[in-house]
């Protein structure tokens, strides 16, 4: 593995809930690897999909490479292999709720085989999967 390779992923939602999407960016090229959405959803529901996302895709991909997240939550949800949101389903949100337990399902099943690391967006800056709609 190059150290100096890893992924990034930050998710972006308008309104809390609102349209949702998340995307992962390969460091140091930042190309889009993935992107995903807009779905209704929630910021933090992005934020743990796109972590899971980026598991499941370099497991599939036999790749090694850090992942970095700016989100506290969705670093704990994936560490608690569930999500603690509140989100109510209904026909919106039901899409991402689906999601949600896939990524749950996925995550009981496979082991994390890579760090998933928090991104010190006080020293480094915004992290490059950021959408910039702060």
């Not at 959803?41 to 899971?52: D, K």
């Not at 389903?89 to 496979?110: C, G, I, M």
Request: proline share 6%; glycine share 8%; with cysteine.
């Amino acid at each position: 593995m190059n150290p100096t390779q890893a992924l990034c992923v930050d998710a972006a939602c308008s309104g809390n809930p609102g349209p949702m999407e998340y995307r992962g960016v390969h460091l140091p090229s930042g190309k889009e690897i993935f992107r995903f959405g807009p779905i209704q959803g929630t910021n933090n529901i992005g934020e743990f999909l796109a972590i899971v996302h980026a598991l499941a895709l370099l497991k599939q991909k036999g790749l090694s490479m850090p992942i970095y997240s700016d989100s506290v939550s969705g670093m704990a949800w994936v560490r608690n292999r569930k999500a603690k949101t509140t989100l109510e389903y209904n026909e919106k949100t039901a899409q991402a709720l689906d999601l949600v337990r896939r990524a749950e399902r996925w995550l009981k099943e496979n082991a994390i085989t890579v760090p998933i690391l928090k991104w010190n967006t006080e020293v480094w800056g915004e992290i490059p999967a950021d959408f910039g709609r702060k």
